[in-house]
């Protein structure tokens, strides 16, 4: 089945203590994204890549690393996290990069910084 | 970043059709329009995209206005399935390549039996 999967779905964790949400995907996408949701905000895109090695921020790239070592992977890394990062996470993927196609999601990583 | 305007929220009985009105007034010549809409407690999930041109799929029918200022989402038979908030989107393809497409707050539709 194609899917993004994401992990892990829900977590609690303190300020400054370090973070990975990992992002995957089985259908051989060049193009991912990292987005948050935020009420009354809509999703904000926070970084994306366009294929391996090739990653860009996004509208809201403060706090967070990504990094692309293989095509399938796509992990979110809060180095030191804080209250503000508390958020509803999404990973997206596309078959191409500049492809004007549909983007998959997953099914999202809910996280509490405390 | 063009912007889109929807209502915040829409109500409509089972079985009737359903439309949902974007406003992207500023659109550019090369923006696509995406729908999208997500349930609760998943993420969003394609419904359908255009051009210039209305479109139709299994989920859903796209009517583009002529100057692209507008677009409405046709559901033609509402299910109490389809509550869900609906995301009229503009996507921008970017220099060097890549694509980003900036969500907005979206509509709640609320079905009704």
């Known amino acids: 089945e194609a899917q993004v999967t994401q992990n892990p779905r829900y977590l609690i964790t303190v300020t400054g203590k370090k973070l990975t949400v990992t992002c995957s995907q089985n259908m051989n996408h060049e193009y991912m994204s990292w987005y948050r949701q935020d009420p009354g905000l809509g999703l904000r895109q926070i970084y994306y890549?366009?294929?391996?090695?090739?990653?860009d921020k996004g509208d809201v790239p403060e706090g967070y690393k990504v990094s692309r070592k293989e095509k399938r992977n796509f992990p979110l890394i809060l180095e030191s996290p804080s209250p503000n990062q508390t958020s509803l996470y999404f990973c997206?993927?596309?078959?191409?990069?500049?492809?004007?196609?549909?983007?998959?999601f997953g099914e999202g990583s809910r996280l509490t910084v405390l | 970043d063009a912007k889109t305007t929807q209502p915040n929220s829409m109500e409509s009985n089972e079985e009737e059709p359903v439309h949902l009105p974007c406003n992207h007034s500023?659109?550019?010549?090369?923006?696509?329009i995406h729908w999208y809409r997500q349930l609760p407690s998943q993420g969003p999930e394609y419904v359908i995209h255009g051009l210039t041109s209305n479109v139709n799929n299994r989920m859903a029918s796209l009517a583009i206005a002529e100057d692209r200022k507008s677009s409405t989402l046709i559901l033609h038979r509402a299910t109490l399935r389809d509550a869900a908030v609906y995301y009229c989107?503009?996507?921008?393809?970017?220099?060097?390549?890549?694509?980003?497409?900036?969500f907005g707050t979206g509509t709640q539709l609320k079905v009704e039996l």
């Open positions: 500023t659109i550019s010549g090369t923006d696509y």
């Open positions: 989107i503009l996507q921008s393809l970017l220099t060097g390549g890549g694509n980003k497409l900036t």
């Open positions: 890549s366009m294929n391996v090695e090739v990653t």
């Open positions: 997206a993927s596309s078959a191409l990069a500049g492809d004007t196609g549909e983007l998959f």
